[in-house]
């Protein structure tokens, strides 16, 4: 996986079956422990990564719970097999795959929103309202 290989579905896929091997996560600690994991040569982008913990909840590889953390699913530990090709790691080339790309962020978002609250706190809001603005104007026309 080393070397320019990284951001592969593939890759991504057995990335979070193996940081999620002893114990569940959530999506912003899976993030964390790939980029571990691969000594800060990777680290998903939430639009790669939240699809992808989707996919694999609805294939029913992973569980998530009401907490939001994921765990894998007990035949996983047995099979460790992987399934699925894509473009996980690429630039969105639709609106359907930008929209994609924009629910994995805030589902990031939402994630680290509890710890958020730094110096720059006001500012991420301000930047965030502005966004949705800019949003409102695309689904209004």
Not at 62 to 75: A, H, P, R, V
Not at 99 to 116: K, Q
């Amino acid at each position: 996986m080393m070397g320019g290989m990284f951001g592969r579905r593939k890759d991504l896929r057995f990335s979070v079956m193996f940081a999620l091997r002893d114990g569940s996560k959530n999506g912003a600690e899976i993030m964390d422990s790939i980029e571990k994991m691969t000594f800060g040569f990777w680290r998903p982008s939430p639009g790669s990564l939240y699809p992808m913990l989707q996919k694999m909840v609805e294939e029913g590889t992973i569980s998530k719970d009401e907490s939001g953390k994921y765990s894998l699913e007990d035949s996983v530990f047995s099979e460790f097999g992987f399934h699925g090709h894509g473009r996980s790691g690429q630039s969105p080339r639709d609106m359907s795959e930008s929209i994609n790309e924009i629910e994995g962020v805030i589902s990031y978002m939402e994630d680290i929103a509890t710890s958020a609250k730094d110096e720059n706190y006001q500012k991420d809001m301000d930047r965030i309202k502005a966004i949705i603005k800019r949003l409102e104007k695309i689904v209004s026309k």
